[in-house]
């Protein structure tokens, strides 16, 4: 298994408040990914990463941003959670983007539930 | 829009029966990959298989089979003798050459096998 860790698990927040979800990897892949998961759309990528402090919008980035100081750390941040941002993060690890249709591992994920 | 679509939500089967998810995929490219991951009750993202657009040969690997058809647009996962631990959401997905490495899911099928 790929070494993935997302942290923390589980947490609620309030509307408005700042969160910060952590992946960590031992596996030294330069790629990361950020995805939600939601009822009936699968998983849809939020952020990724394609180096340390190089990063790029996905397909649903409005109200999240990112920050990768390290290699094995890829931090996604709700500046001001909304109730539309519950939902279940994964973070993702795959080891090269030049190989189209390199296969991505995710973590165990992430469940926000934002009242 | 949508380039991949699972037409089935959700799917019931008693043990031992055989089941056949449907991913139906959209693309111009001519390169491509697809992929099937599973998630089990326990909420983690497993990787079953990746195929590239020239391959068409169908695979198997033990009780899992992937029938891949261009003609169609489709790479259906069929389940022989189905077993309890089957039970799990099934998300297909697709990597063009023109997204680069991103991937795009399915809404997923979610498997019930019934002892």
């Known amino acids: 298994d790929a070494g993935i860790t997302q942290s923390p698990r589980h947490k609620v927040t309030e509307t408005g408040t700042p969160v910060t979800l952590r992946c960590h990897q031992t596996?030294?892949?330069?790629?990361m990914y950020w995805y939600r998961q939601d009822p009936g759309h699968g998983l849809r990528l939020i952020h990724y990463s394609y180096g340390v402090k190089d990063t790029d919008k996905g397909e649903v980035s409005d109200g999240y941003s990112v920050s990768r100081s390290k290699t094995e750390d890829f931090l996604l941040t709700l500046e001001s959670a909304t109730s539309s941002q519950t939902s279940v993060y994964f973070c993702?690890?795959?080891?090269?983007?030049?190989?189209?249709?390199?296969?991505?591992?995710f973590g165990p994920g992430t469940r926000l539930l934002v009242l | 829009a949508q380039k991949v679509t699972q037409a089935q939500t959700e799917i019931s089967v008693v043990e031992k029966e055989d089941v056949t998810l449907d991913c139906v995929y959209e693309t111009r490219d001519t390169t491509y990959y697809l992929f099937w991951y599973k998630q089990p009750p326990s909420g983690e993202l497993v990787f079953l298989i990746r195929r590239n657009s020239f391959d068409e040969q169908n695979e198997i690997s033990g009780r899992y089979s992937w029938n891949f058809q261009k003609s169609t647009s489709s790479f259906n996962f069929t389940i022989t003798a189905s077993q309890v631990v089957d039970s799990a959401v099934y998300f297909c997905a697709l990597s063009e050459k023109a997204a680069g490495n991103k991937l795009t899911f399915g809404g997923g099928t979610r498997v019930l096998v019934k002892p």
């Open positions: 993702a690890i795959s080891e090269d983007w030049t190989h189209l249709g390199e296969t991505q591992y």
């Open positions: 596996e030294n892949h330069r790629y």
